[in-house]
């Protein structure tokens, strides 16, 4: 239960470590994550201009290559993996390990969504899929096209929610209920996902809409969520966000 605290609370490792540890213990990836903050690289606006000031964080899918030579100066390059930056503090002020790990949380659902999904053709991944996977069409098509959706249309390539749409909630959402499980405190941090800022119902909301997937899928990897079926109660609470924010936008035309 106390796994993950337990790890936090080792000051034998430096934090970026202790970051890594405990991401790669939510995500089991094949490879790698590499957790860095701003202050460990030279020339980090080159990497992600804008983390420190209004963002937090930054992850994108070539960015372990990008950060391999300061990487491997400082003798932490592993390998091919997932890589992000996390502010160590913005807007001047000093940021929380909570707040660095609730970001790194953020930033691995964008990362798993970058990866191949499983028979998600229209992600630009490959469309051919094995037998098994084809037989799980009517579920997971449910999530693709829920995204297709949020961005259909060019009123809708402005929402807020664009790139944090129900895939991204979802996978993040998993993420931190795995930590909490773990033992992982927030403290007063809270993740960034759904709510006011990306003009949609509050983080609260869509956690009880997703009610006891969280454990029916507790055991399925971050990155196999788009083959499992999603709660009908959170896909109802997405599409009626989105038709509320194109509503909005269609009554605020002159």
Request: charged share 20%; aromatic share 8%.
């Amino acid at each position: 239960m106390n796994e993950l605290r337990k790890l936090l609370a080792d000051h034998t490792l430096p934090v970026w470590r202790r970051c890594e540890l405990f991401l790669e213990r939510l995500a089991a990836p094949s490879g790698p994550i590499y957790f860095v903050m701003p202050n460990q690289i030279g020339d980090a606006h080159l990497f992600c201009n804008g983390v420190g000031t209004a963002v937090g964080g930054y992850a994108y899918p070539s960015l372990d290559r990008l950060l391999r030579p300061p990487l491997e100066r400082a003798k932490r390059w592993r390998g091919p993996g997932l890589a992000m930056i996390v502010a160590n503090q913005v807007a001047g002020q000093r940021t929380s390990l909570e707040r660095r790990l609730l970001t790194g949380i953020h930033e691995l659902a964008h990362l798993i969504l970058f990866l191949p999904q499983p028979w998600l053709p229209d992600r630009g991944h490959s469309a051919a899929a094995p037998a098994a996977a084809r037989q799980q069409s009517a579920i997971s098509v449910i999530s693709a096209s829920l995204d297709r959706y949020a961005r259909d249309g060019a009123i809708s390539r402005e929402a807020p929610y664009a790139l944090h749409e129900f895939d991204f909630i979802r996978v993040a959402l998993h993420g931190l209920m795995r930590a909490q499980k773990l033992g992982f405190q927030t403290g007063d941090e809270r993740l960034v996902c759904a709510g006011e800022i990306y003009g949609l119902s509050p983080q609260e909301n869509y956690v009880a809409a997703f009610g006891a997937e969280f454990e029916r899928l507790a055991e399925v990897p971050l990155v196999g969520l788009s083959l499992e079926e999603p709660s009908a109660a959170a896909v109802d609470l997405w599409l009626a966000d989105v038709r509320a924010w194109k509503q909005k936008q269609r009554s605020d035309e002159p």
